[in-house]
């Protein structure tokens, strides 16, 4: 063996010893995981920038060559899909932020505010319940509850009258009301396990001041909660867009001026001559953008509120 490979050989004797195996092997698992999450998202990326043709005649996660290139299917998608943004902004917005609010002072009066602690248990074990009532065991009921017996139709009948919205819109705010009032439970959850770790020496002093409970959640427990507030609103404001069984179920039809954007999508680039993968990709991109905009605006809200000890 000549010197340079015999010294070449050693100087790899002595490193591999030093490497450290579990870190080598954690990132390989990392890389991995990164690779599995991101290719279908890569997929498609790539499929929406691809012409019909290109779509079927290359490789799926291979980006197009210059006469397979097209921005065409992203602006077909968005002038589709604008009714159904709209539908869901004007849905999950007033949603959101209700059961956010709502949820906060549900967690406030289970945890901070001291009543009869057997109500109070027997209020939070009502709520849990809630959690864990499937939406799929609720839809016939719900339908029968708006429809037939609030007569939702008829109630919400003069907003008809309103610019931009028709008759049909009434099943929106049956849409609305429906996620806040099944979204306060997880809401109360959230909120409770923050406000369980908040100081008792803050608020039991802010009582011998002489604070009401009104004025302590005011002044005190809602500033303190605005880490929180930022998850939960992140949290439920993505659960709300993202839904669909009950835009299908209330509103019923993907071609109803009322129909949320999920719902809109979900007949975008179907017809009877087949399916156009293109166009249903750039549908799927322009209907998460909301959400993306709403995580980049409460980042910073969010991470803290998970990083939070208090």
Known sequence: ????????????????????????????????????????????????????????????FIPPGPDGFTLEK?????????TGIVNSLVMSVPSTIASVFLGSIAAYGLTLVDWNERLQFSILVLFLVGIFIPYQAVL????????????????????????????????LFAVTATHVVYAIPICMLLFRGYYMSLSDEL????????ASITTIYRRIVLPLSKPMIGVVFIYQFTMIWN??????TLIGSSSSPAATVTLVLSGLGSDLSGVDFGLRMAGAFVAALPTLIIYVLFAEQFAEGLASDN
């Not at 690779?35 to 079927?56: C, D, N, Q, R």
Request: charged share 15%; glycine share 6%.
């Open 1 to 60: 063996m000549s010197k340079p490979t015999r010294s070449r050989a050693e100087s790899i004797a002595r490193i591999l010893p030093a490497l450290d195996y579990t870190k080598i092997g954690l990132s390989l698992v990392i890389v991995f995981f990164f690779a599995f999450f991101i290719s279908p998202i890569w997929t498609g990326f790539v499929t929406a920038l691809k012409t019909t043709g290109a779509v079927t005649g290359t490789t799926p």
């Open 74 to 82: 992203w602006s077909v998608a968005f002038d589709y899909l604008s």
């Open 140 to 171: 016939v009921p719900l339908s029968d509850f708006w429809i037939n017996i609030v007569g939702v139709d008829d109630l919400i009948a003069p907003v008809a009258a309103l610019p931009y919205f028709t008759a049909r819109h009434s099943r």
């Open 203 to 210: 608020i039991e002093a802010a009582k011998i001041d002489g």
């Open 243 to 248: 839904e669909f069984l009950f835009s299908l």
